[in-house]
């Protein structure tokens, strides 16, 4: 209880602080790249079922996408700011285009999941087996080499890869065509709590006891143009996102409640493992911490040679 007193208690400060800065101000548009579903768009849906963009002097322009395509929309400039990741930011400044992460979208929601049944008890006793993943452009693939580049295996050589989309997987592990997946939530639960799958483990807690190092996962960008012309905008933006995450974890039922139709539930079962399970990616604060291990991550990745070293900065507290 106290834990929950405390969270409640530091989102209402949170909040009352962005309503009394934004008091009087004329509101600014911002075209905001959403998810279609899943933990990023109960965020959103959040942030418009409480109009917290309006009550604090910016409106989002709420356009939706379907995975890597909100990142695709930013770089292509279709929206101001959506879900990015500070990997991704170093690949495009190698392009000429500087995107800066901002704050936190919500931590990594992925399971290692394997077939019901299976004997797999690890990562490790995947090597050689049929994986399934999404596509190797994707942020979380290349964290993924990261990860098994410090357990001494080459994720493209040690895996036979079957890519696909989250939908496809779900198809795939429930029919038994891979011998084991990643998941995200809230699809994860689903096929745990329907019986059609087991967990071998936490994608994060993979990473955290292997690098020793926080996950930084999803994060909030936009182009340091757009932020350098849009200061106080970028910056109330950050502070309603994580106000939001806070929000998240203090106020579970509610919560997802308001998710239901972007999470696309209707199984009381699933909702009450959702609350353990999904809950958990919206508590990780955006600090000087999560910059840090944001940098470890791009440098990781330049050691690998899966991004090059960054010339500007790609992470940053907005004040």
């Known amino acids: 209880m106290a834990r929950r007193f405390s969270l409640s208690a530091l989102w209402v400060i949170a909040l ?22 899943g933990g990023i768009r109960l965020v959103t849906d959040i942030i418009k079922a409480q109009r917290l963009d309006e009550k604090n002097g ?5 356009k939706y996408f379907a995975g890597p395509k909100g990142q695709q929309a930013l770089i292509l400039g279709k929206v101001d700011a959506t879900y990015f990741s500070p990997l991704t930011s170093a690949l495009q400044l190698a392009e000429g285009n500087h995107f800066v992460n901002f704050e936190i979208m919500m931590d990594s929601h992925i399971s290692l999941l394997k077939p019901k049944g299976s004997p797999l008890k690890s990562l490790a006793d995947v090597r050689g087996k049929r994986l399934g993943f999404i596509p190797r452009t994707s942020a979380a693939y290349m964290t993924f080499r990261i990860l098994n580049a410090m357990q001494g295996r080459d994720a493209d050589k040690d895996f036979q890869l079957i890519v696909g989309n989250p939908m496809a ?19 994860s639960t689903m096929l745990l709590v329907n019986g059609q799958a087991e967990q ?25 143009s757009w932020i350098d012309a849009h200061p ?28 239901r139709k972007a999470l696309e539930i209707t199984d009381p079962r ?14 990780t604060p955006w600090n000087e911490k999560a910059l840090e291990a944001g940098r470890w991550q791009v440098e990781k990745a330049v050691e690998l040679g899966l991004v090059p070293k960054p010339t500007k900065e790609i992470l940053a507290l907005l004040n």
């Open 16 to 37: 009352a602080t962005l309503l009394l800065s934004s008091a009087g101000q004329a509101q600014e548009k911002i075209v905001y790249g959403s998810s279609t579903g």
């Open 232 to 259: 106080k905008a970028a910056r109330t933006l950050a502070r309603i996102v994580g106000a939001t995450r806070a929000w998240i974890v203090a106020h579970p039922d509610e919560a997802l409640e308001i998710g």
């Open 58 to 62: 910016i409106v989002l322009d709420l």
């Open 200 to 224: 071998i483990a936490w994608y994060e807690d993979l990473w955290r006891e292997t690098t020793k190092t926080p996950l930084l996962f999803s994060t909030l960008a936009a182009s340091q």
């Open 169 to 187: 997987l779900m198809a795939f592990i429930a029919r038994g065509e891979v011998d084991a997946s990643i998941h995200y939530e809230p699809f």
């Open 270 to 283: 699933v909702i009450a493992a959702l609350k353990e399970r999904m809950l958990r990616i919206y508590r």
